[in-house]
C-alpha cells in the first residue's frame, strides 16, 4: 500500500496508458466491488473534440458563484497532476489522492486476477480515484466529468449524468475514433444516456444527423444549438468577448468572457443551455447574478493564456486543425497587424503539416522545437514540414524561447503553441522562473 505522494504517482504513471485497452467493463466490475460509488455522484459529463475543457470551466465557476461545491475531473492536466480531480478549482490532496488509491490498488489486482479483463488502463484508475474521492471522501453538489477519449468507450462513460454534451465533432485521433465525422460522432455520441438531456454545439451535418439518431434511440432531449439555442457576438473589447444568449427560458444580454476567441461564445453557450436544462429539470435553480459573475471569472489554463506582458507571451493548446483554426481566427481578432514570433512543437501522431500550413500564415516567423514526451515530433519533422520563408529550428525549447524573449521588441509578441502536453512544460517554466533563468 501507498504512504507517499510519490509511491502514488509512480504507481499510476507505471500503468499502461490511456487508449490501449478501451471499453467499461474493467471500470464496471471494479466499481461494483466498491458498491458502485459513482451512482451518488450527480454528474455533468461533457465530450467533444474542442471545447470541452473550457465548457466545464463554465459551469464549474457558474454553480460556484451560486455556493455549490463543484468537482471536475479533466485531462491533461497543464501544472500538476492533482488538478485531473478538484474541488472548487483547488486540486486533491495528496493524503486525499493516496487515500483514494489505497482504496483502488487492491481493485486493480483483483480485476486481472479474478477476470479475463486484464490490468486496468492508467486514465481507468485515475478515472476510478476521482469516484472514490467525489463519493466516499470530499462529496460535492456537482461534478463536471470531462471526456478522456472519444466517449463510447471511454472510462468516464460508467455514470449517469444529469445532462449531457458534446461540444463539437471534427477530426482528431482518427486511430482510435474513425476517419470520418460521422464515425467519430458515432464515438462521441456514445456518451448519450437514456431519457437524458444532450447539449450540443456541433455544426457539421454528418455530427448532427448521427447525435439526432442517438437521442431519438435513448428517448433523450436534444438540445441543439441555432435551434433550442443561440448566441449573437456584440465584439470584443479589454474585458473580454461580449455576447446575448437566447433559449427557451433564459434569455440574457451583455455576458462578457474573460477567455478570448470567438469560439469560446459556442462553449460558453453549451454550458448555458445544460445550466437551463438543470433549473428546470433537475432541481438546480441559479440566478442571473451567479451565470455573469462565474462567465466572468471563468479562465482556463493554456487557452490563449497571457503568461508574460513585457514582452507580451501567449500560450494556446490548439493541437489539432479545428482549434488551429479557431486560435488563427483569435489571432486576426485580437493581434491584426501585430509581428508574431511562433514556438512550435506538436505530436507526431497529429495532423500536423495542415496544423502548420495554418499557424503559418498568421505569423511573421517560427521556430520548430520539440519536447520531452514519448509521442513528441522532432524539430526536424516539423521543419521539413513548415514553409514559412522565415523558419528554423532549435529542439532546445527551453533556449529557443529564451531566445525569443530576448530579441522581441516593444509592440510585438511571442506565440507558444502546437500541444497540450507542450505547453504546459512551457507554463510551468515561465510561471516557476524569470524567462533568463529557467535553465536548470
Same mark, same amino acid.
Given at each position: 500500500?501507498?504512504?507517499?505522494? $510519490?509511491? +502514488?504517482?509512480?504507481? %499510476?504513471?507505471? &500503468? ?11 471500470? #464496471? ?25 473550457? +465548457?466545464?470551466? !463554465?459551469?464549474?465557476?457558474? =454553480? ?5 461545491? *463543484? ?5 491533461? =492536466? ?25 482504496? *483502488? ?8 486476477? /479474478? ?15 476521482? @469516484? ?26 460508467? %455514470?449517469?449524468? &444529469?445532462?449531457? *454534451?458534446? +461540444? ?15 464515425? %467519430?460522432?458515432? /464515438? ?12 450540443? +454545439? ?21 438540445? &441543439? ?54 433549473? #428546470? ?11 455573469? #459573475? ?10 490563449? #493564456? ?5 514582452? &507580451? ?20 481578432? =485580437? ?17 500536423? /503539416? ?10 511573421? $516567423? ?6 520531452? !514526451? ?28 529564451? $531566445? ?16 497540450? !502536453? @507542450? ?8 510561471? $516557476? ?8
Amino acid at each position: 500500500m501507498f504512504e507517499t505522494i $510519490d509511491e +502514488t504517482l509512480n504507481w %499510476i504513471h507505471g &500503468l499502461i496508458p490511456h487508449g490501449i485497452k478501451p471499453g467499461t467493463k474493467r471500470m #464496471e466490475w471494479m466499481l461494483a466491488e466498491l458498491g458502485n460509488p459513482q451512482q451518488k455522484i450527480r454528474a455533468v459529463h461533457v465530450g467533444g473534440t474542442n471545447g470541452k475543457g473550457s +465548457t466545464v470551466c !463554465y459551469l464549474w465557476h457558474i =454553480y460556484q458563484a451560486s455556493g455549490m461545491t *463543484v468537482g471536475t475531473f479533466i485531462s491533461p =492536466y497543464i501544472t500538476s497532476f492533482n488538478e485531473r480531480i478538484m474541488v472548487n478549482g483547488k486540486p486533491i490532496r495528496d493524503q486525499d489522492l493516496i487515500k483514494a488509491a489505497n482504496l *483502488v490498488y487492491p481493485l486493480t489486482l483483483a480485476v486481472d486476477r /479474478e477476470t479475463d479483463l486484464g490490468l486496468p488502463t492508467e486514465f481507468e484508475v485515475v478515472t476510478m480515484l476521482s @469516484f472514490v474521492y467525489f463519493a466516499m471522501i470530499h462529496p460535492c453538489d456537482l461534478v463536471i466529468y470531462e471526456v478522456g477519449l472519444g466517449g463510447r468507450l471511454d472510462s468516464t462513460n460508467v %455514470i449517469h449524468p &444529469l445532462v449531457s *454534451v458534446i +461540444t463539437n465533432v471534427a477530426m482528431d485521433h482518427m486511430k482510435q475514433l474513425g476517419n470520418t465525422i460521422k464515425q %467519430i460522432a458515432f /464515438e462521441k455520441a456514445g456518451i448519450i444516456k437514456e431519457a437524458t438531456a444532450i447539449v450540443t +454545439t456541433a455544426e457539421h451535418p454528418d455530427a448532427q444527423a448521427v447525435i439526432r439518431d442517438k437521442a431519438r434511440e435513448k428517448n433523450a432531449e436534444l438540445y &441543439l444549438l441555432n435551434t433550442a439555442f443561440s448566441y449573437d457576438s456584440l465584439g470584443h473589447d479589454e474585458d473580454g468577448e461580449h455576447f446575448n444568449f437566447t433559449a427557451d427560458k433564459l434569455h440574457l444580454n451583455d455576458l462578457v468572457l474573460h477567455m478570448r476567441g470567438e469560439h469560446q461564445l459556442k462553449n460558453a453557450s453549451a454550458a448555458l443551455m445544460a445550466v437551463q436544462h438543470l433549473a #428546470e429539470c433537475c432541481g438546480l435553480p441559479i440566478t442571473e447574478a451567479a451565470i455573469r #459573475e462565474g462567465l466572468l471569472k471563468a479562465a482556463w489554463p493554456g487557452r490563449f #493564456e497571457r503568461m508574460k506582458h513585457d514582452p &507580451l507571451v501567449i500560450i494556446d493548446g490548439a493541437h489539432n486543425v479545428q482549434g488551429t483554426e479557431a486560435l488563427v481566427r483569435t489571432l486576426t481578432r =485580437y493581434y491584426e497587424g501585430r509581428t508574431i514570433h511562433l514556438l512550435y512543437a506538436a505530436l507526431k501522431d497529429k495532423q500536423y /503539416e495542415q496544423m502548420i500550413h495554418l499557424i503559418e500564415s498568421a505569423v511573421h $516567423d517560427v521556430t520548430f522545437t520539440s519536447f520531452d !514526451y514519448p509521442r513528441a515530433a522532432s524539430s526536424d519533422l516539423l521543419y521539413a514540414a513548415g514553409h514559412h520563408r522565415i523558419k528554423k529550428k532549435d529542439p532546445d525549447w527551453m533556449h529557443a524561447l529564451n $531566445d525569443m524573449i530576448a530579441k522581441t521588441k516593444a509592440g510585438e509578441m511571442v506565440l507558444v503553441c502546437g500541444s497540450l !502536453y @507542450f505547453i504546459s512544460a512551457v507554463r510551468h517554466a515561465l510561471r $516557476d522562473g524569470k524567462s533568463n533563468e529557467m535553465r536548470p
